[in-house]
């Protein structure tokens, strides 16, 4: 590891824990209300979801409209576990978390090996169908409250759990896509059949991309519901499944710190809107239209904000600086 390397590193804990320490006091003093302590938990959730579908959208390059789904299972498997123990503690939560987690992963095997068959359009109008199975099958058995949906869900609404659970779910995705396996997805996203003739297992490959993603959908669905203490199978439709695939296309398809701006942006311009209730749609969906419209690619594109290039430039200008001196 080269010392540029570490330094960005270093620099960015530091700024996680400089994000967390400057929220986390705002909470713990009260100088944000009940409501802007809420937002920032969503923002947190909503970051988990918009990075997991990144995965498949952006780096493997197929549409996914059934993400919602996989949160729901998510949802619902968590919540169901922290009812039947009747208390939520972080061991608890975690463990409940993980199983949220692990079925809809074992659901994305079920769905993605015939779904990953096929490729864009179809792929996403499969995806939407399961998504939707999904919800309708939620609301017909009677354990997970059918229609009415599940309430009394013990809480867990603690920034401090919540904060690290999203920097370690967006630290794990982005190692991972920047590794041996996603460097294999990402050549199968750039031409799939050159891929293949190099000896890539392309069915592989695009299941770990497609699991992965739902494993961390499954997560955030489980965090969501322990927030809100209350989830019905309406909440988590396709139009929820297309709120998350908007932040991934505003940001960028294929860039993780641009999932992660478009979903802060997305999480809170609603909620700054919201005085201007008549307007708010109509103002959200202009902004977005003129998004587009101006920049097709997203806020990043595909690239990265790298805080390693800025290290090197701040060294660069420094070692320039050094020899202007000694001359």
């Excluded at 620099?11 to 986390?24: H, K, N, P, Q, S």
């Excluded at 019905?232 to 139009?239: E, I, L, T, V």
Aim: hydrophobic content about 55%; some cysteine; glycine content about 10%.
């Amino acid at each position: 590891m080269n010392k540029i390397k570490k330094q960005s590193y270093i620099v960015t804990l530091a700024a996680a824990l400089f994000v967390y320490i400057l929220f986390g006091l705002c909470v713990q003093f009260n100088i944000f209300n009940r409501h802007q302590s809420a937002i920032l938990n969503f923002i947190c959730i909503n970051i988990i979801l918009a990075v997991s579908l990144n995965v498949t959208v952006g780096c493997l390059g197929q549409i996914n409209l059934g993400h919602a789904g996989f949160m729901s299972i998510g949802a619902y498997t968590a919540a169901l576990i922290s009812k039947n123990i009747g208390s939520v503690s972080i061991p608890t939560y975690l463990l409940a978390l993980l199983a949220g987690g692990f079925l809809a992963a074992l659901i994305g095997i079920l769905i993605g090996i015939p779904a990953l068959r096929l490729k864009g359009d179809y792929l996403a109008i499969i995806t939407l169908g399961f998504g939707e199975i999904i919800r309708v099958l939620i609301e017909y058995f009677q354990f997970t409250g059918g229609a009415q949906g599940l309430r009394s869900i013990p809480r867990m609404q603690n920034f401090s759990v919540i904060y690290w659970l999203m920097i370690l779910s967006v630290v794990l995705l982005f190692t991972v896509m920047t590794g041996r396996h996603g460097r294999v997805v990402l050549a199968i996203r750039e031409d799939e059949i050159a891929a293949e003739a190099i000896g890539i297992n392309t069915t592989y490959a695009k299941t770990f991309a497609f699991v992965l993603s739902a494993f961390f959908a499954g997560i955030a669905g489980g965090i969501y519901a322990h927030n809100t203490g209350i989830i019905g199978a309406k909440m988590f439709d396709y139009n929820f499944s297309i709120n998350i695939l908007v932040m991934v296309v505003l940001g960028g398809m294929g860039s993780f710190t641009g999932a992660i701006l478009s979903a802060i942006v997305l999480t809170v311009l609603p909620e700054m809107l919201r005085g201007f209730s008549d307007y708010r749609m109509v103002a959200y969906s202009l902004l977005l239209i003129l998004m587009m419209l101006f920049r097709p690619k997203g806020l990043l594109g595909r690239s990265e904000f790298q805080i390693s290039r800025v290290i090197e430039y701040i060294n660069i200008k420094r070692e320039h600086r050094r020899k202007e001196g000694l001359q």
